[in-house]
């Protein structure tokens, strides 16, 4: 059994940040790779950042340089750090994780970027 809980979403002004965090039930070790998927009102779920079991992070082109994925391996918590956000990035986002080819999702929480 896999549970994800995010946290740490809001509202916040354009230029501003916020850092989300995804709680996992068990040993973050056991995952092949964790990921943060958004989706904004009309559109499909977004991959923005996948790492690799501690390995290679990758980040989608439109948050290149402002969002940055992190680990906490003593707390099974990853982590989202936010910085410069637009108004586009307005978006429930879910933490997600794959294992033994099998994916999971968090419950997903919401940011909106709005003056």
């Known amino acids: 059994q896999v549970q994800l809980v995010e946290s740490g979403g809001g509202l916040v002004q354009p230029g501003g940040s916020l850092r989300l965090s995804c709680a996992a039930s068990r040993s973050i070790f056991s995952f092949d790779a964790m990921f943060w998927e958004r989706q904004a009102p009309g559109k499909p779920p977004e991959l923005i950042t996948r790492s690799t079991n501690g390995d290679s992070t990758h980040y989608v082109d439109s948050v290149k340089g402002r969002f940055t994925f992190s680990r906490d391996n003593v707390k099974n918590t990853v982590y989202l750090e936010m910085n410069n956000l637009k108004p586009e990035d307005t978006a429930v986002y879910y933490c997600?994780?794959?294992?033994?080819?099998?994916?999971?999702w968090g419950q997903g929480t919401q940011v909106t970027v709005s003056s």
């Open positions: 997600g994780a794959n294992m033994y080819g099998s994916s999971y």
